[in-house]
């Protein structure tokens, strides 16, 4: 069974310094998919980044990047210059093939709150 | 691109009523839709797995004949909550995966459904 680890319940992080935020994973699978998923107080579910496993590139979206660490099975989000709006939760999320049966397996998420 | 939709955005309802939850696909095919229910701060748990054209996929512990999942076109599955009771009020996230294309495997959410049964 797939497994996603989220180990940070909560962090703080001041207007326009850096964040990062942690996740691990289990599986035996070689080829999926991870993401990173932010859900703010309107609880709107957004999707931040997307990894494949096969890519050795860490992806990037603006101000946000992942270290994807294959063999370490470990997935983390760096915001850069955070800004008020990334409050919200994260969500670390899984998947290991995209047949009809696949479906995300998702951490506990990590609440982020930006203070001035 | 890869917006989904969701009709009622809230309801209250009365207990031993019915409700029926809409996901619509905006701008693309959705081959595969689920449903997803959310307590207060935790995460998302999948109920279910919607296919268009066949019976859905239910995960374990969930009531099939409670929450009746029905996904009739490639833009549209629905959730509908039988003879609903106050345990069942919760926050309901529907999500769909594009039928083909170099983002099959991601999900993309709806905004979500507050029900709040009386």
């Known amino acids: 069974a797939q497994t996603v680890t989220q180990s940070q319940p909560e962090m703080s992080v001041q207007e326009a310094e850096t964040v990062t935020l942690s996740c691990t994973y289990d599986t035996s699978e070689s080829n999926y998919y991870l993401f990173w998923y932010k859900q703010p107080p309107s609880r709107q579910m957004i999707l931040v980044i997307r990894q494949e496993a096969y890519k050795q590139q860490n992806a990037t979206e603006n101000r946000f990047s992942v270290n994807f660490q294959k063999a370490a099975k470990s997935f983390s989000l760096k915001i850069s210059d955070s800004q008020l709006g990334d409050t919200a939760m994260y969500f670390c999320a899984f998947i290991f093939n995209t047949g009809t049966a696949s479906k995300l397996t998702f951490g506990t998420g990590t609440r982020l709150q930006v203070t001035l | 691109g890869a917006v989904v939709s969701q009709h009622p955005s809230w309801v209250i309802c009365k207990s031993g009523t019915s409700v029926k939850i809409e996901c619509r696909s905006l701008?693309?095919?959705?081959?595969?839709m689920f449903w997803y229910r959310q307590f207060p701060k935790q995460s998302l748990m999948l109920m279910a797995t919607?296919?268009?054209?066949?019976?859905?996929?239910?995960e374990q512990g969930v009531e099939k004949d409670k929450f009746l999942i029905n996904h009739a076109s490639l833009t549209l599955s629905t959730l509908t909550v039988t003879s609903a009771h106050p345990e069942d009020s919760s926050f309901y996230i529907c999500s769909a995966r594009e039928a083909s294309g170099i983002s099959s495997d991601t999900q993309y959410f709806g905004p979500g459904t507050r029900l709040t049964v009386l």
């Open positions: 919607s296919n268009e054209g066949s019976k859905a996929t239910y």
């Open positions: 701008d693309f095919q959705a081959t595969t």
